[in-house]
């Protein structure tokens, strides 16, 4: 520990010495490596090492420790930064919201008391400041596609706020708003629009400022989104049946992202799944846009519904992952787009990937959800579909080869000896527990078939019996 130590307090002096960027960056990295003991984190906490690399990091204008000249030190800033070490570093602002940010999300009571004391107001108005929105008409922040893509540093500063909101927005979705809330939820989604919209410096800001934006838009009420397709069109525009589907049409290419990248779905995934979702059972508009983007009228039934780079074969592949949350946030959403409509949802998934759902909602029997309100425009098939429409099977959802029949040539006699038999099998996995027979009821709902498989015990033991004389012959 004492040699651990000694280390860490050569490293320290070293630093503060004039040191090529490279060497610098090394020995920075090796700190940061040996900070990990806390046995023998000493050396780092003094004053002298403290301010050292608090003048590094560019967030203390205090003097150099010992006396070290400063605009050497800036010197060395400029040298440092020509060799393109030193990006722009987080303000000091920065760091309240993270703090901010935290305590939130360690502190169950202080999320309230922020609540209490009208903290999304403030925070909202932090987001205002810091992306320097515009307002034109109510609830719409104006986008100014000319501009240049948006720092580092402030979109640091913007992800950092919007984390603090989700922490304290997270239980509003369930609630219903009074006419003040509802109000200030509207002005909130009109900001967060204005956040999917923006161009950061660098795809990866983009991608974390809207996937944290996408997460905030998921715990607001769902009534107070409508502000997300009242903007006017504008030239350039993603337009449908009259409505700016701008917001949309950046969720989907920004689920279409995380599809394509297949990492921590669950975490990444799950929350412009769900928001999709929702947003397509309260605005027809967007049901309508997104139908067509992922579910266009089918002509190519050669393939299987999870087969292909498409969007819908992405998502119906989801709908068989190993992950619960994973696969019923998929298959919602395209149950959802299909109006609930079970057959309809066979039709474009197959109802083999589709089955899973239709269990759990009771729907194995067909039919639609009743409590379900959607308009009663009907599904058009294209010529193609009609015409494969009688060779799809419905389980694999795609036109499959004709097979030859299995029982072709078979006696009547070996045709109920091969039923008893498999009767057989299903009984004796019945029993190990390896399965367990069930049946749809007239609910749609599944049952166990367990009583009415005990009636073919005689037949199975004379099965068995045949079978043993026959394989003695």
């Known amino acids: ?42 050396p780092l906490v003094t004053d002298t090492a403290l301010l050292t690399l608090a003048h590094l990091g560019g967030i203390t204008s205090l003097p150099i420790p010992e006396g070290q000249e400063e605009d050497e030190e800036e010197g060395h ?12 570093l987080p303000s000091g602002q920065f760091y309240e919201l993270r703090l901010l940010f935290l305590l939130t999300a360690l502190r169950p ?30 609830y719409e922040v104006l986008s100014d596609h ?76 769902l009534q107070c989104l409508d502000v997300l397709l009242s903007v006017r069109l ?8 009259g409505v700016n589907m701008d917001t949309v049409h ?17 975490e990444k995934l799950t929350p412009v799944l769900n928001l999709l979702t929702e947003s397509c059972r309260a605005h027809r508009e967007t049901r309508h846009y997104l139908r067509q983007q992922i579910l266009p009228p089918l002509r190519d039934v050669a393939l299987r519904p999870e087969q292909g780079a498409t969007v819908r074969g992405r998502l ?75 060779r799809i099977n419905p389980v694999t959802g795609r036109v499959e080869e004709e097979q030859p029949d299995p029982m072709e040539g078979m006696t009547e006699q070996e045709k109920e000896q091969e039923a008893l038999r498999l009767i057989s099998l299903f009984n004796r996995l019945s029993r190990d527990k390896i399965i367990q027979p069930v049946g749809v009821m007239t609910g749609g709902g599944l049952e166990p078939l367990c009583g009415q498989m005990r009636g073919s015990t005689v037949e199975e033991v004379e099965s068995e019996g045949e079978s043993e004389e026959e394989r003695e012959k």
């Not at 800033?77 to 722009?88: F, I, L, M, Q, T």
């Not at 950046?250 to 669950?266: A, S, V």
Request: with cysteine; glycine share 6%; hydrophobic share 35%.
């Open 234 to 241: 504008t030239e350039g525009s993603q337009e449908w049946e």
């Open 109 to 138: 009571e202080l999320r309230v008391q922020l609540q209490q004391e009208r903290g999304v107001s403030m925070l909202t108005a932090a987001l205002e400041q810091c992306l320097s929105a515009r307002w034109g008409e109510e």
């Open 316 to 390: 119906v592949r989801l709908m068989t992952h190993m992950d619960t949350d994973i696969k019923h946030c998929a298959a919602e959403l395209l149950f959802v787009l299909c109006k609930e409509n079970v057959s309809r949802f066979v039709k474009y998934t197959g109802y083999g990937n589709a089955a899973g759902l239709l269990a759990a909602r009771g729907l194995l029997s067909g039919g639609q959800v009743t409590h379900a309100q959607y308009s009663s425009d009907s599904d058009s098939d294209t010529e193609e579909y009609r015409e494969a429409k009688r």
């Open 1 to 42: 520990r004492e040699e651990r130590g000694r280390g860490k307090l050569t490293l320290v002096w070293f630093i503060r010495t004039q040191l090529q960027p490279g060497v610098l960056r090394v020995t920075l990295r090796t700190l940061r490596i040996l900070s990990r003991d806390r046995q023998a984190l000493a």
């Open 146 to 221: 000319s501009a240049p893509p948006i720092s580092k540093e402030v979109s640091q500063r913007a992800v950092e706020i919007l984390k603090t909101l989700f922490n304290i927005t997270f239980s509003f979705h369930r609630q219903e708003p009074d006419e003040e809330d509802a109000a200030l939820y509207r002005r909130l989604a009109a900001v967060l629009r204005h956040c999917l919209l923006l161009t950061c410096d660098g795809e990866e800001l983009t991608e974390e400022i809207q996937g944290h934006t996408v997460n905030v838009l998921s715990a607001l009420p």
């Open 250 to 266: 950046t969720l989907l290419t920004f689920m279409e992202r995380r599809l394509d990248r297949g990492q921590k779905l669950k």
């Open 77 to 88: 800033d400029a040298e440092r930064e020509d060799y393109g070490y030193v990006p722009s």
